[in-house]
């Protein structure tokens, strides 16, 4: 079944009902550990600030819990069979997973304990109908916190009951129909017959053995006449009910509300709100729109009501218009502040140069992958009065005058480059003197590298003071994430590795990368209310964009991009970063800086054909040579900047994948994200760029 939020519950239950039964059934039960609560949490930004809030909820209320991080569905498949055998469970939390999945059904959760509830608090689309209207205890105790969208499914609803609960008719249904309806003028005439030879009998004019047995007969047509099947819908309908749900299924992958502002809205109702709750839902929600989960108007939707509740929690006490640098008040300060955030990569953090060179907005309007793209970039600079050395050093060591003109000088020379929307409304969290602001977008990139990369990968991080120089010229080193072990899994990135049969399927080595990602979890959800371990993350987030810069651009400058019928595809199978990007998240952001930067290469026109050209999707394979496999995603285009369009690639994949008959292994939860053979890339790629998008 499904809950609606509070204000829209209009006496009936909802999260704070929810939330109450989960602590009600752990205090009533003799058996209570921390398996008696535990949270599935998939592996996001989303996701961890959604655990860590519920987590402090959980704390708060005496209630011991569990977190179990999952990557995909496979995984959630040999949890749900571990999960089978602890008697003590009560309740399970399901973050940011489960949605697309028939949870009440006996493949999952329909055979476990009726004492166990399950509870969905998932932002992805579409849902799975049984998770809503499933009927019975194993509906009852599904429950999926929804934000409203359900409510408006009532057509979906129905066609789904009727074809899961009703009698349908087929093709032999319709036959018998006929025959039925063939046979009721004959059955009319026996009984009038019938009628006829029971006058005579009175009569006498008849045997009465005659009369018995074609009375015997009439009754038995009779009774097959009222034994004929009766249906409520009609063959059309069920057609109708059917396309109905396909096209809700297969319409493509969206998003809704994000965990962390699910979980903010029962802390709210329950009156436990601070600022460390406020700033989590705040990072949930910036990072479903830095990675282009949600568009430019869901987004401001959703900051208006966070804008209100930092004036709430945070009374202003600084000048608006120097928000995008402002400074702790003081030793003590940990407030939420509004801001309006520059589209530039961490420029607080890093030289103005380097952030605006970084930021896939300014390298898609300037083209910043050419010698003439860079120049424009200096030439803006210097049109705004800064100088090549003002530019490059840190922004921190910049003069307080030209911090503060920075938003003016910017709004007034930036729209002759093409750059109009430069900035967007955010937020920053003030950490008193342990380190400046940091910025709701800052600390989201900071969070997703160390969930990609804080360990399992040599990644080089630049020294504070140093540009471009290497660990070899003392400007660098390797990043070392803190608890880690000083070596690293070495990534075999080389064709070395390459003769040797079968690699990926060595025990061993799988169980390491296994461990590598849950290291990176647990670093990255200790990282979001630790500072220190935020700000140190800073250096290697840096690295993750030099190297989707260094790859965006060599892909451009070597003119790897194809364009299959209606798709843009590249194939990486060469280069220094090429195991970075066998990572599915770091393979879509790619993808992403890909689009932006093609967005403005092929401007829309009058000419229709121009601007399909900016809408084509990418798909972007990397391959693993240690595996012997490819990772694909696919990511939609769409032709104006903040524009989401919904993601057809699960569909697509899978269509691909039936037509060439090649096997793919979802590695994570994205959909739009898969892992197939080396060897069947080639004909999967052309069933799926000619199939359509």
């Known amino acids: 079944m499904f809950i609606p939020p509070p204000q829209l519950a209009q006496g009936r239950r909802t999260y704070t009902d929810a939330y109450a039964d989960i602590l009600s059934a752990y205090r009533r039960s003799p058996q209570t550990s921390a398996s008696s609560v535990i949270l599935l949490v998939a592996p996001d930004v989303d996701s961890l600030c959604a655990a860590r809030m519920l987590a402090s909820l959980f704390k708060q209320d005496d209630v011991l819990y569990r977190i179990i991080p999952v990557s995909s569905v496979q995984e959630l498949q040999d949890v749900k069979e571990e999960l089978a055998t602890y008697a003590e469970l009560h309740a399970l939390i399901l973050i940011n997973m489960g949605n697309f999945i028939d949870l009440p059904t006996p493949a999952w959760f329909g055979e476990f304990d009726f004492g166990v509830s399950i509870h969905v608090i998932d932002s992805s689309r579409p849902r799975s109908m049984a998770n809503m209207f499933y009927p019975g205890e194993n509906g009852e105790r599904v429950v999926l916190w929804d934000d409203g969208d359900a409510e408006k499914l009532t057509e979906l609803r129905k066609a789904w009951e009727t074809l899961e609960f009703e009698p349908l008719p087929d093709s032999d249904d319709e036959d018998s129909d006929d025959d039925f309806d063939d046979n009721e003028d004959g059955l009319e005439e026996d009984d009038s017959e019938n009628d006829n030879e029971e006058e005579d009998a009175e009569d006498g004019s008849r045997p009465s053995g005659k009369r018995r047995s074609t009375d015997g007969s009439s009754k038995a047509r009779k009774r097959r006449k009222l034994e004929k099947p009766v249906f409520n819908v009609t063959r059309d309908e069920v057609e109708e009910y059917k396309q109905r749900l396909n096209k809700y299924y297969y319409a493509g992958t969206s998003y809704g509300q994000s965990a962390a502002s699910t979980i903010y809205i029962l802390a709210t109702v329950l009156e436990r709100v601070d600022n460390d709750m406020l700033w989590l839902a705040i990072l949930g929600l910036t990072y479903q729109y830095v990675t282009a989960r949600i568009s430019r108007d869901k987004y401001e939707q959703q900051h208006t009501v966070y804008h209100d509740e930092v004036s709430r929690l945070n009374p202003i006490t600084f000048n608006s218009e120097e928000s995008h640098s402002l400074n702790s008040v003081n030793a003590d300060d940990l407030s939420v502040r509004p801001t309006d955030e520059l589209r530039f990569m961490f420029f607080r953090h890093w030289n103005l140069y380097d952030a605006m060179y970084h930021s896939s907005y300014v390298a898609s309007k300037l083209g910043i992958w050419k010698e003439k793209g860079r120049k424009r970039l200096t030439g803006l600079l210097a049109k705004m009065g800064f100088s090549i050395p003002q ?303």
């Open 391 to 693: 530019t490059q050093q840190p922004y921190s060591h910049m003069d307080r005058d030209l911090k503060k003109a920075l938003v003016k000088k910017l709004d007034d020379v930036a729209p002759e480059y093409g750059l109009v929307e430069l900035s967007y409304p955010s937020f920053m969290r003030c950490y008193g003197y342990h380190s400046q602001p940091l910025s709701a977008a800052d600390a989201v990139e900071s969070i997703n590298s160390l969930l990609d990369f804080a360990g399992g990968a040599r990644l080089e991080i630049e020294l504070e003071g140093h540009r471009h120089g290497g660990e070899w010229f003392g400007g660098g080193k390797l990043w070392e994430a803190e608890g880690y072990e000083k070596e690293p899994v070495p990534a075999k990135a080389n064709s070395a590795a390459k003769g040797q049969a079968n690699g990926a399927d060595d025990p061993a080595e799988e169980s390491s990368e296994l461990e590598w990602w849950k290291k990176n979890f647990w670093s990255a959800y200790d990282s979001l209310l630790e500072i220190d371990r935020l700000r140190k993350a800073i250096k290697l987030a840096m690295s993750v964009h030099r190297a989707i810069i260094r790859q965006g651009t060599s892909i451009i400058d070597k003119q790897d991009i194809r364009t299959m019928r209606n798709h843009r595809v590249v194939i990486l199978t060469q280069g220094p970063d090429l195991v970075l990007f066998q990572n599915p998240s770091m393979l879509s952001r790619l993808a992403l800086w890909l689009i932006d930067a093609f967005r403005d290469r092929a401007p829309a026109t009058a000419a229709p054909g121009r601007t399909k050209r900016r809408e084509l999707p990418f798909i972007v394979a990397c391959l693993n040579e240690s595996k012997g496999t490819y990772v694909v995603a696919g990511i939609m285009a769409s032709p104006e900047f903040g524009d989401v369009r919904r993601n057809t690639f699960a569909t697509n994949f899978l269509n691909a994948s039936q037509a060439t008959n090649t096997p793919i292994q979802h590695t994570s939860f994205n959909t739009n994200i898969v892992e197939i053979d080396e060897k069947d890339l080639r004909p999967f790629l052309e069933v799926l760029c000619h199939g359509g998008s």
